[in-house]
């Protein structure tokens, strides 16, 4: 990505054009959505679309960015402009990085690999997710292979086991991630209707869990539970259901997924995972011990409430996300851009401020960006691209946004996302 990738990148689409050529994947949020609706199985669209409750958070995302409106000054020389950033000491091509979402095998298999390979040809970090259908070293060792050494953080969920914790953190520094982001805001399972109402939970089939089928202390308390079973538990009721179920665990686990139909880990893996994934007993003294266990930045994640903010300053974290999860875990929920506005006063520059949740275009970039944010968060935009062309697809859906981001940014008369501020926007609720 360099100066002008906005008008290069409509250049290479209409260029195209002239010999009937459309795009694979759409330029607008809501015909991507709609196509990758169509190209996703329905447990797939339910966990990856899906909402907390009856869905206000999300609205209350998108309400909370139409709120603001971009108010464009002219005459002003726009030829030259710049979407790089600093993060944590790494110079970025544009202020954007890809979320992590559990489960991304539900959408295409070795999602996390695609996802990782394309960020790394843009050149922008990929939060690979604790929940991820990859291991972090498979998904770093991808990436390097497009792009040696690009950025990559690691999400963590907070087991309820200490030892897992430490590993995951020794793991992520391996692999070479350049910050930690903790999910604050899922010590428990939102209600999540789409999910429910087809009994649809991907851990329990075997999706979503490899960080932890290849982690050496989770398979230690695997085999420990497979060595001494618990006499009072209930085998499933045998059932075609149950077989499928036996079959996605199988296919998900490492190694012969033939072999894994007789072996008793991959299961008894699941039920593990299910028992110790998160801690919802989680608190700010766990925070506050976290830069004994590892070297990395820590950012937390899920953080709304602008006295959080002032606590994370307090303990000495080096970033927080504002996000309320994309509207996943809790109904009526306040949307994430109004969080942010009273985030950034309360920490005032003392840390590096990111936002998620809702955001889905350059110009909804340039609005987070304007009102304090240091940079954007993209989460279902590129699954959605995943969905329709894999990689590649993931790749286009990051370049439309930073396309839209560079124009946006020229045609509201700026030249730096750097020096963005509120002055670029009018509330107009």
Not at 122 to 145: F, H, K, R, T, W
């Amino acid at each position: 990505m360099e100066q002008g990738i906005g008008r290069e990148r409509q250049n290479v689409i209409y260029r195209a054009g002239i010999a009937d050529g459309r795009p694979a994947v759409p330029t607008d949020y809501a015909e991507l959505e709609r196509r990758a609706h169509a190209a996703m199985s329905e447990k797939a669209w339910a966990y990856i679309a899906g909402g907390a409750g009856e869905g206000e958070t999300m609205r209350a995302n998108r309400r909370a960015l139409d709120r603001w409106a971009i108010v464009p000054r002219v005459l002003r020389d726009v030829s030259s402009r710049s979407l790089s950033t600093t993060l944590f000491g790494q110079t970025l091509p544009a202020p954007l990085l890809l979320s992590p979402v559990g489960a991304g095998g539900l959408v295409t298999r070795n999602a996390d690999v695609a996802i990782g390979r394309a960020a790394a040809s843009l050149g922008l970090p990929y939060i690979l997710s604790n929940q991820g259908s990859a291991s972090m070293e498979d998904v770093g060792a991808a990436m390097d292979d497009v792009a040696p050494g690009s950025p990559r953080w690691f999400q963590l969920y907070w087991s309820v086991d200490d030892g897992l914790v430490d590993s995951f953190l020794r793991r992520a520094e391996a692999m070479g991630a350049s910050a930690v982001a903790v999910t604050l805001d899922t010590t428990m399972l939102g209600w999540r209707p789409q999910d429910l109402n087809l009994g649809s939970l991907p851990f329990a089939r075997g999706e979503g869990i490899a960080q932890y089928t290849r982690d050496p202390r989770f398979r230690a308390i695997v085999d420990e539970k497979v060595a001494n079973p618990d006499p009072a538990a209930e085998s499933p009721t045998p059932s075609i259901g149950a077989i499928k179920t036996l079959v996605s665990i199988a296919r998900n686990a490492p190694g012969a997924w033939w072999r894994n139909l007789v072996d008793k880990h991959p299961r008894a893996a699941v039920e593990t995972f299910l028992e110790i994934y998160s801690r919802p007993s989680l608190s700010w003294t766990e925070i506050e011990g976290l830069r004994d266990r590892t070297s990395l930045p820590i950012v937390l994640k899920g953080v709304l409430h602008p006295d959080d903010a002032r606590q994370a300053v307090d303990v000495g974290v080096d970033g927080i996300i504002v996000s309320n999860h994309g509207g996943r875990q809790i109904d009526g929920s306040i949307g994430s851009i109004d969080a942010l506005v009273d985030v950034v006063d309360a920490v005032d520059g003392r840390l590096k401020v990111l936002v998620d949740s809702g955001i889905r275009t350059g110009a909804d970039v340039f609005k987070a960006l304007a009102l304090g944010a240091d940079a954007a968060c993209i989460g279902r935009p590129h699954m959605y691209g995943l969905a329709l062309d894999g990689e590649n697809g993931v790749r286009e859906v990051m370049s439309n946004i930073a396309a839209e981001l560079d124009l946006t940014l020229g045609l509201s008369g700026h030249t730096d996302v750097a020096a963005l501020d509120r002055d670029a926007l009018k509330k107009v609720d």
